[in-house]
């Protein structure tokens, strides 16, 4: 008798983030402007995962390249390394029409975007502000 033996793996991202980019903001404006302008940012980009995640929802992939671009932008504007990466690798293979690479890139940029969003208070403790 042969017993199967199923494993759940439960995949942990550690987003990898640039510092400078994060602290150059704080030292060009004052350290209120600049929390508030960082705050204003991360919200952004939260709501740019949430608008990606309706439109592959409801298979509206018109507009997907155009907004996985601006969360990469968006993510190297802020340090956000990994997040970037993922959303430049997702944008390939919906310009490839992988659709198998695309649901596990899309997996992997919906971990990483949750770890990084709540980086926020880490971020400001490294950054010593």
């Known amino acids: 008798m042969c017993?199967?033996?199923?494993?759940?793996?439960?995949p942990k991202e550690n987003p990898r983030l640039d510092l400078e980019q994060i602290s150059s903001i704080y030292r060009n404006l004052s350290s209120q402007a600049a929390e508030q302008?960082?705050?204003?940012?991360l919200g952004e980009l939260a709501?740019?995962?949430?608008k990606l995640a309706e439109r592959i929802a409801q298979h509206?992939?018109?507009d997907l390249l155009r907004r996985l671009k601006r969360l990469d932008r968006m993510a190297q504007n802020l340090g956000l390394k990994t997040l970037?990466?993922?959303?430049?690798?997702?944008?390939?293979?919906?310009e490839r029409?992988?659709?198998?690479?695309?649901?596990?890139?899309?997996?992997?940029?919906?971990?990483?975007?949750?770890?990084?969003l709540?980086?926020?208070?880490?971020l400001q403790d490294q950054t010593g502000i």
């Open 37 to 41: 302008v960082v705050a204003r940012a």
């Open 97 to 116: 029409g992988d659709t198998t690479a695309f649901a596990a890139v899309w997996a992997r940029l919906l971990r990483v975007a949750d770890c990084t």
């Open 3 to 10: 017993r199967a033996v199923v494993l759940a793996l439960k």
């Open 84 to 94: 970037s990466l993922v959303a430049q690798d997702l944008a390939i293979c919906l």
């Open 47 to 50: 709501l740019q995962m949430a």
């Open 60 to 62: 509206q992939m018109g």
């Open 118 to 122: 709540t980086l926020d208070q880490d």
